[in-house]
């Protein structure tokens, strides 16, 4: 079974812009999660998606948002960049049913750098 | 909310030798407790998780034990080997609506051959 998958592996924005980070979860995974890790801040939960709803937020500005498809596929929105944006951005998917629900998986990340 | 306190932040270790990671959480109702390992350029690897109606659980060369009562779990990693090399997270989640993962700091594990 192929793992998660997150694209593009790496970007460069300038200040300002705004860019969307794709994740495919496991197959047969309904709920994927999202999160930023930095050096400083380590790895930090942005939000939750589970059946195309946002079902947990973490302590992020607003211009951090995220979506889901009714395939599970998930986006995340960064929007007016900023230098601090610059970090590691992870997708993890789990299944949220049997016994293995809790369970979560991470992609690879996305490493957004912004100058 | 949660906090998750993590010890220590390295750690180094002689192959062969027993690696033991320490993990304190705050909130009671915490009740999934992941590891993750995380090589570098790589995103963080599930290697054992406990639940907490379970007081130690075990796979290969790799255990974790919890204690509810003091509200601290523990990662061991015996006959430790290079690659093993990595950071490795503890994290605590509530889990009864959702996933919202709180993680340790992390510990960079160095094995040295």
């Known amino acids: 079974k192929a793992g998660v998958t997150q694209t593009p592996r790496y970007l460069i924005k300038t200040r300002g812009q705004q860019v969307t980070l794709s994740c495919s979860p496991i197959?047969?995974?309904?709920?994927v999660s999202w999160y930023q890790q930095t050096p400083g801040q380590g790895l930090q939960f942005l939000f939750e998606y589970f059946s195309e709803t946002q079902r947990n937020k973490g302590n992020f500005p607003g211009r951090f948002s995220g979506r889901q498809f009714s395939n599970s596929r998930s986006e995340m929105n960064v929007s007016t960049l900023e230098l601090g944006d610059s970090a590691l951005y992870l997708c993890a998917s789990s299944q949220n049913a049997g016994p293995n629900s809790y369970e979560q998986y991470f992609g690879p990340g996305t490493r957004l750098t912004v100058t | 909310g949660e906090n998750v306190e993590q010890h220590p932040s390295t750690l180094s270790v002689q192959e062969g030798d027993s690696a033991v990671i320490k993990c304190t959480y705050s909130?009671?109702?915490?009740?999934?407790f992941p590891w993750y390992k995380q090589e570098l350029g790589k995103g963080p690897q599930l290697i054992i998780d406990i639940r907490s109606n379970v007081g130690e659980k075990k796979d290969q060369r790799i255990a974790v034990t919890l204690n509810k009562t003091a509200k601290h779990f523990s990662l061991h990693i015996t006959e430790t080997q290079p690659e093993d090399s990595a950071v490795y997270f503890c994290a605590a989640s509530l889990n009864n609506y959702g996933q919202n993962f709180v993680f340790g700091p992390g510990t960079r594990l160095s094995v040295l051959p």
């Open positions: 909130d009671s109702a915490s009740n999934y």
């Open positions: 197959s047969g995974h309904r709920s």
